[in-house]
């Protein structure tokens, strides 16, 4: 039993703290590899629609984002409260989603293109006039792969 | 060189790396895209002759949306809550029913020959239809067609669609296929 007293040492050791900095730095490292800082400004008021039967969206890198929606605030003065199409950072009308879709395409490697994905971000008091516009563009310029983006809801 | 230089106190790197943390801890944003997903039809081809795929009438459920979000499925108006046991009857036709859609037998690969129906279903809509409106629809088919897989699933295979390997998933989207056929927008003029 002696073996276990050797020391006989009185009160328990710090625990050395010069580790912790070190994992605290990892999960720095970590949250700030991970985080993306929001790229565009939404210049139109998104609040989208429930549903239950939601599946996730497998590549974001693929994907390309149609905002649609009444104009913010600020800009209402300006554009008017009817429902706009947002196409990264500015106001497009429906011919030019075929240039976005293909600028789009040009952006991916060659192996890729076919996985696009257009997410379709519109309000839910969206009227389907405007996003049939859409739908209809996106068949023309041959964009297939669709995603209604839209928000879990309880069952 | 006997005097020994004073160490660092390294004590507060920890307070410092905590406060960083917490800045990136509240502006990250983990969001994941969620929606419906769907496949376009391809625009016919302008040469092409416009060659209307006879399509058996009792293949197909017309589910229509007007502008005032009213739901008619199959001529007669229904509510949303009832359009998912509606289009649940409609792909099964449990009964052999001669108005609902016949089925077929497939062979699939890596299951054998299976009856599948040849249901069709159509939605179409108004352009004053609102967004809400039209997911809530679109959420309710996707929503049978989910229950019906995962009922032959279970009936099947012991396990839920959503748990099974790539392969039997695959079985089972053929055994059930997912044939919802967004119109093409019609002008529907205003008398």
Known sequence: MSKFKKGDKKGMPGITTSSLSDIVFMLLFFFMVTTTMRETENKVVVKLPEATEVAKLERKDLTSYINIGTPVRHLQAQYGNEARIQLNDSFKTTDEIRDFIAAERDAMSEADRQFMTVAIRADENTRMGIITDVKQELRRCSALKIMYSARKSAK | ?191
């Not at chain 2, 983990?30 to 058996?56: F, S, T």
């Open chain 2, 1 to 191: 060189m006997a005097r020994k230089t004073p160490e660092i106190n390294s004590s507060s790197t920890a307070d410092i790396a905590f406060l960083l943390l917490c800045y990136f801890l509240m502006t990250t944003t983990m969001n994941q895209d969620m929606g419906l997903q769907r496949r376009l039809p391809p625009m016919p081809d302008k040469n092409q002759k416009v060659e209307d795929q006879k399509v058996n009438r009792r293949n197909i459920i017309i589910v229509k949306i007007n502008s005032a979000d009213r739901l008619l499925a199959g001529n007669e108006p229904i509510h949303v809550s009832q359009l998912k046991d509606k289009i649940k009857e409609f792909l099964t036709n449990p009964a052999n029913n001669p108005e609902l859609p016949e089925k077929s037998e497939i062979d699939i690969e890596g299951y054998g020959p299976c009856m599948v129906s040849k249901g069709v279903i159509s939605l179409q809509n108004d352009r004053g239809t609102s967004y809400q409106a039209y997911i809530s629809v679109q959420n309710e088919l996707v929503a049978a067609i989910n229950e019906l897989r995962d009922e032959w699933a279970m009936a099947n295979y012991g396990s839920k669609y959503a748990n099974l390997d790539e392969e039997k998933q695959n079985v089972v989207r053929k055994a059930i296929p997912q044939n919802i056929s967004e119109a093409e927008p019609k002008d529907i003029a205003k008398k």
